[in-house]
């Protein structure tokens, strides 16, 4: 017996011996798979990557190194720009060069900027019917990194300055209600009208009072710990009505879609505020990707539209997982790949280094690039500003499969457009102004 249990000692050490080196000799595997995709990644983005003579549309003396990307992004009825930190002037100067080149040269009609429906819906509206400057009017209602920095104000300008063309270049924004000056002060004011005109019971109910109550603490971004029973089942009735209804208005302050989009958003921003920092609970992408097929079926239909947004939205991903619903919670560009499908063209725009604005406090903080990764890849074959849209051979494909997410290239994003260094963009103080009566 005892030489038994000695026998049986030995077997499971040899087996533990034996696990260990599988495990070793699969993590080694691993890491020579990596290294020889690396490699292979190296070689086809030296011999594929495309040039680029300049980020800044002011220093370009022609579109001509745009034309590998026109051609990249073929049929495609949507071009959604990446950029990567909500703060590299670098990317800026290029996302504006791009969608003068998209609304130039291939077409395109409108701009979709990361920012509140309701808020740039009035500073269109103001445009055109006040003839009011929409580079003005963006502080406080478009995200300050695009309306407060020298760079980025510039696809603003360009927009203002084809406005009265025959062919304008229409701007709309697809966020929910985030703090901007005309969501906190009109939308609920503007909702309550609407309900009027279409004497929805909604008014009437005893918990009208603590919807607004609570809509109105979520648009300003303050709605965590409030009592959400009544606002629940009233934002649910308020869904219910305006939802299902497919009339469409004259204008989009008249149309039931319209409003559904925005008593959502309320919604969505409701449950983030109440678990802040949790992607876990985040329903905004969810709410994003939902304004955004609206509006490519609404007041957009039939248009070419480009998309203005940061990465972490745009580039197909799983956000999340809800805790409570077990339910994957994916980004804005991973709901729009499945709905568009080859109708989509997503490219990203890649700093390999440099440094970028933490816009939060104002200071900076350095690009990093991690040596298995796309970027890392460029870096390594000595490449230093360009464009790469993305293999068709399988092959090629899966050795992209294997370098470091966030992303997959060829799967999750279409294209990149890479540069060596970001530059730090800075906030200006542009003042809010109110909008023309």
Known sequence: MRRYALGMMLGLALVGCGEKTETTQTASDKATSVQAALSAAQDWLKTNAKPLTALDAGQAADRQDLAAFGEAIGDARVVMLNEDSYADANAFELMNRLVQYLHQDKGFDALLIESAMFDVEAMWRSAMEKDASLTELAPGRVFYMYSQTDASRKVLQYADSVRSSAHPLQLYGFDIPLAGTTSINELIPALESYLQQRNSPALSDAAWPAYVEVAKKAISLNSQGADLAQFSKLSAQLENELCKDAATGNAMRSDAGWWCRQVRGISANVIRQQHRDDKNYDYRDTAMADNVQWLLNQPLKDKKVIIWTNSSHGIAAVAGTNPDTKQAIHTMGWHLQSQ???????????????????????????????????????KAAGLKQGFINAPSDQAMLANFAQLKKPYVF??????????????????????ILPLPN
């Open 410 to 431: 060829g799967k999750d994003i279409n294209g990149v457009f890479f540069y060596e260094a970001a530059i730090a963009a800075k906030q200006g103080t542009h003042p």
């Open 340 to 378: 568009l499908g080859p109708q989509l063209y997503g490219v990203k725009l890649s700093p390999l280094g440099g440094q970028v604005s933490r816009y939060w406090d104002t200071g900076e903080q350095p690009v990093t690039i991690d040596a298995n990764s796309p970027e890392g890849a460029l």
